[in-house]
């Protein structure tokens, strides 16, 4: 039995120090089940102090103590190792503790981007419209939690759809309350008149350069006004793709062509009118779906043109996008398409 | 072919630096390249030729460090020079009509004279 007034002075000061911190506790001659209780504990280091013997040391280190002292330890030798153990033991609760304050904050961090993404979405067309000669699609698949992309797609009264796809340069976050400033400030109406889509695409640009915001934010947006009655679609374009019009018999064109980004110099935005066909599908899309601009996203449409609207883009997103390595879409996508029937 | 870019200085004097990107330059690679730029604009970067050559891809992400920096240089009488753009890239600046704010030339020399 280990008698701690037998112990040198210094050595058993240290110890009864070390003994009254609570993430220490120090141990005379322990049976094993108490020094397993601490180490099943884990957040109390415990120094033994057994009876000399290496197997009694053997046991009292196998059980979990961090260290292991005996009467018959050298004094300058017992002093480092405790001393040693006890800062050993520190750092190690330390560690675990900020790793624990970083998984804390991952989960934090987690959850509130969880709620950005819900909200975000919640900002999204609730469902397609319903006019009639006309049939809708749209696809939205972000690349994170929140998306650098998104789109609308209203009715303006009984006669014209007001859809846009907008992509906020770069990711994340950032991109993501981008997209939502833009979409507060898009204005297709001035009162009950409708503006032409160049005006609208002005005003987002004055805005953005206006607004002298940090980091340069800069958005590709391509602003579409289908007028149902006449079938024709004005649009202006900022730096985003062109869309894509095919007709019933496979033959596609590049609708417009396009402005500078938006956010990067006062601008005007040209409208582009087209008069459509009963049977001509239109597609916007994000540069998401045609991610090296070589047209694959175009071609496959045109491949997929049999199938309903819906399949058509779904099956040719699903044909083009890039994956990373975790089976995430390299870049948000979004598109939306829509078909003018022959009703 | 592995992501990275290597920047130096070309005429100190002048504030000139190329910047040689490689491969592919996304949304992981962005950040630091941005901060990088962004340091030298401090330490008197003005004028940045980027030589293209090898660049295979560029997302928005990688865009917009060149829209962010080129909003720095300007006020201080900076220009942007891209050279040896492949044809996919050239069609991202062209949709997005950045090649009416930087400069988009064919060769090296084209870019340092673009500079002058």
Known sequence: MVDPSALDPELRRELEAADACEEIAVVYDPVPEVLEAYAFEGRIGVVAVVGAGAAAEAAALDAGAIEVLTPATPRELALARLRNAVARFRSRLKLERAVADLGREADTNERHLRLAAQLQRSLLPRSLPEVAGVRFSTAYLPRDFVSGDTYELRLLGPERVALFTLDAVGHGVRAALLTTLLRSLFRPLQGEQVRSPGEVLGELNGYLLDAQLDESPTAAFCYGLLDLPSRRLCLANAGHPSPVRIRPNGKYERLGGSGLLLGIDPAAYEDFEVELEPGDRVVFFTDGADPVYDERFLRKLVELRDLDLELQVGGALGEVIALDEEGRPEDDVTAVAFELTTE | ?116
């Not at chain 2, 005429?11 to 941005?34: C, F, I, K, S």
């Not at chain 2, 401090?42 to 293209?52: F, I, Q």
């Not at chain 2, 090898?54 to 080129?70: C, P, R, T, Y």
């Open chain 2, 1 to 116: 072919m592995e992501e990275t870019y290597r920047v130096q200085p070309l005429n100190q004097a002048h504030g000139t630096y190329e910047l040689a990107l490689t491969g592919r330059v996304y949304a992981d690679l962005a950040p630091g390249l941005q901060e990088e730029l962004l340091e030298l604009v401090d330490r008197g970067l003005r004028n940045l030729v980027v030589d293209a050559r090898e660049l295979e891809q560029i997302d928005s992400s990688g865009l917009n460090v060149f829209v962010h920096l080129l909003k720095r240089l300007r006020p201080l009488g900076g220009k942007i020079v891209f050279f040896g753009l492949n044809e996919n890239i050239r069609r991202v600046f062209r949709i997005t009509k950045l090649e009416t704010v930087m400069g988009v030339v064919e060769e090296r020399n084209e870019a340092l004279e673009g500079l002058a």
